[in-house]
C-alpha cells in the first residue's frame, strides 16, 4: 500500500482493526508531516453520513448529534516520534507482521488507538452516548505546538459539551485516570567572590546551598488519596549551577527544584509547599501544569470502567488528559499496547491487544 502526496489513501475501517493499525501506519506522520494521514482520516471521516466533521489544520473532529443525554469524547494523536535511526530497527515506517505482532512506528504510540476511533466512528452509527471523536497533531513536541491545544483555542465548543474524555494512549488495557501536576523552581543563593587562596574575603554561594539540598534530600513526598487513586508525588533537585572557575569563591549558585503534586492541589498550594519547605531561601517558580483528576466518580466514567471490566491506575506524567481536566472535562487514558514500547526502536504491538481495546470500548458505546 502505498500514497503520494497528490492522492489520498483509502482506509478500510470496517475491516480487522489490526489491519487498518497497520495501513495508518505506513503512512508516515512524524510530528510536523501529518498532512498525508490527516487527508486520509478526513476523508474516511466525510464518508460517514452520521457524523459532521470539522479540519483545523491537520486536525479533525467528528461528532455525532443524537441528542443523547451524555456525550463523550474519544481523542488520539495522529503523529509519531522520528523513525529510529539504528539500521534494522523495526520499529519503524512501513509496518512489518511477526505472527499477530505488528511492528513499526506508532504501533503502541498510538495508530492502534487511532484505528480503534476510526473503527467505532464506522460501526456506532447509533451509540448510546453521543461521541465527539478528535484526531489531532502535534502531541510529540513541544506543548505550544499541539494541536489539541489549537483546538481548544479555536472550536472550544467542540469539546467543552462532553462530560467524559478517553485518551486512547497505549494503557495495556488498563484504566489511567488523571495525572500528577508538575513545576520547576529556581532556588538561588548568593555570596561574594574572592580568589579562592583568599577565600576569608569573600562568601561561598555553593556551600550556602547546602541546606537546600539538605532539606530536599530528607522530605518525605507524600501519597494522596484522589477520587478514588493514590497520587504518589516527588519532589527533587534536578538541576545545579554554580561557580565561575577552579581559583573562584562563587558568588551565585542555583538549584533547580522539580515538584510531581498530587491533582487534588492546585498550582497554588503546591507552590506555597515547596515555598514552606525552603522557607529562608529565595525561590523563583519558572513553570507549572496543573494535574488531573481521575474523575472516576462522574456517572460516564463509572459505567466506563465497570463496562470494560480494566483496573484502574493513576498516571505520573503529565499527559493531554489534563487539557481535558482544564476544561472541566475528567478524562482518562485506556488504549492497546504497551506504553514502555512507546519511542522505542523495537515498538511494537499485539493484534489482540487492538481488537480487545474495540470489543470493550463497544461493549461500552454500543
Ligand atoms: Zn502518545
Known sequence: ???TSSETLSLDLRGDVAHLTAALMDIESVSGNETAIADAVEAALRALPHLSVLRDGDAIVARTSLGRAQRVVLAGHLDTVPLP?????????????????????GATDMKGGVAVQLALAAA?????????????DHEEVEASLSGLGRLVDHHPELLTDASFAILLEPTNGAVEGGCNGTMRFKVATTGTAAHSARAWMGENAIHKAAPILARLAAHEPATIH???????????AVRIHGGVAGNVIPDRCEVEVNYRFAPSRSIEEADAYVR?????FDVERTDAAAGARPG?????AASFVAAVGARALPKYGWTDVARFSALG??????GPGDALLAHSDNEHVEADAIRECLAALTRWLA
Open 276 to 280: 514552606e519547605l525552603l522557607e529562608g
Open 329 to 334: 472535562i475528567p478524562a482518562v487514558n485506556f
Open 85 to 105: 535511526t539504528t539500521p534494522g530497527s523495526r520499529g519503524t515506517v512501513p509496518s512489518s507482521w511477526e505472527g499477530e505482532t505488528l511492528y513499526g512506528r
Open 1 to 3: 500500500m502505498s500514497t
Open 124 to 136: 456506532l452509527t447509533e451509540p448510546n452516548a453521543d461521541i465527539t471523536y478528535v484526531f489531532y
Open 226 to 236: 484522589v477520587d478514588g487513586l493514590d497520587y504518589r508525588e516527588s519532589l527533587n
Open 296 to 300: 472516576l466518580d462522574v456517572p460516564a
